[in-house]
């Protein structure tokens, strides 16, 4: 039921910009936390940014100050704007969300998307 759909990445150049969405579907109020991770070939996923219901954001250090995590609540989409993109920042990046358990409102799970390519060439 609950589905996240990304989308946004392509091939761009050093330099350049992306920006990249994803949509909660099927949350109703239920949506919390939602975060962008990355993964290259060969390497673990890690963290991109995160943001909170409230729109409190947390970036990695190799991200902040280039990109930056927004949402729009009212349409359960979380954004990832990213500038001066590198072609170190080359990898998959999926979209994570936190939703509220229906029958245990105090628990939440996580869903993620299905990732979407964001290539930078030199």
């Known amino acids: 039921q609950v589905q996240l759909v990304e989308s946004g990445g392509g091939l761009v150049q050093a330099g350049g910009s992306l920006r990249l969405s994803c949509v909660a579907a099927?949350?109703?109020?239920?949506?919390?936390?939602m975060g962008w991770y990355c993964q290259a070939p060969g390497k673990q996923r890690e963290l991109v940014a995160t943001?909170?219901?409230?729109?409190?954001?947390n970036y990695a250090n190799s991200v902040n100050g280039r990109f930056t995590v927004s949402r729009d609540n009212a349409k359960n989409t979380m954004y990832l704007q990213m500038n001066s993109l590198k072609p170190e920042d080359t990898a998959v990046y999926l979209c994570?969300?936190?939703?509220?358990?229906?029958?245990?409102?105090?628990?939440?799970?996580?869903?993620w998307g299905q990732g979407t390519q964001v290539t930078v060439s030199s």
């Open positions: 994570k969300a936190d939703v509220q358990n229906v029958y245990y409102p105090t628990l939440t799970r996580e869903y």
């Open positions: 099927g949350v109703a109020n239920r949506l919390r936390a």
């Open positions: 943001i909170d219901s409230g729109g409190r954001t």
